[in-house]
């Protein structure tokens, strides 16, 4: 998602062994498409980070920077427990970033996973989307995840609005977004840092 994001030291990921629909099929442990999982980033957000990498995106935004990402069957299938292992590995490491592909269109997956993240860490979880947040208010099962997340990054690559003195985003209309304050002051509230 943003742009210029080098992937930093990627982690090797343990052979999936759930099936298409994941984990026990029972919907208990969804499985998601992940391209890469990068440890210690600090590209992605404030201090070092895990950043899960997803397979899928169909905004397709013209100069997006990983275009691999857009397929979702270009990724291997995860299932939460696997990425848990994964995360909890680097326990020093102060959060965690769902980018990609878009988060967002994996939202049952990446909302067991975030649940995950907060039951079992305290981590804080950012998020890269190409949807806007008020778009994602009136997308159900995306507000669910939103919810769960402390930062979004948020809206399409634009080209033309391209900068690399952007901190942790790519072009200048994308905000990064303090959900919670957001969420409860029914309004736009910019994460300072
Ligand atoms: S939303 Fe992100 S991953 Fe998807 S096309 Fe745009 S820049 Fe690329």
């Not at 970033?97 to 979880?125: H, W, Y």
Request: negative net charge.
């Amino acid at each position: 998602m943003p742009n210029n994001s080098p992937h930093h030291q990627n982690i090797p990921l343990p052979p999936s062994e759930g099936g298409r629909g994941g984990g026990l099929g029972l919907g208990l442990d969804p499985t998601l498409y992940v391209l890469s999982v990068v440890d210690d980033t600090t590209v992605d957000g404030p201090g070092f980070r895990t950043s899960i990498y997803c397979a899928g995106c169909t905004h397709h935004c013209p100069g997006c920077h990983n275009p691999q990402s857009w397929a979702q069957d270009g990724g291997r299938e995860m299932s939460v427990e696997e990425l848990m292992e994964v995360i909890e590995a680097d326990p020093f490491a102060p959060g965690v970033t769902f980018t990609g592909g878009d988060p967002m269109q994996q939202a049952e997956g990446f909302t067991a996973l975030a649940r995950a993240i907060r039951a079992r860490t305290n981590k804080n979880i950012w998020c890269y989307t190409g949807y806007t947040f008020e778009a994602l208010l009136h997308m159900p099962a995306q507000r669910r995840l939103l919810e769960l997340v402390d930062v979004l990054v948020d809206g399409p690559y634009i080209e033309a609005q391209r900068s690399t003195d952007l901190l942790f985003r790519g072009s200048a209309n994308q905000r990064l977004i303090d959900v919670p304050r957001s969420l409860a002051e029914g309004r736009i509230v910019l994460w300072q840092r």
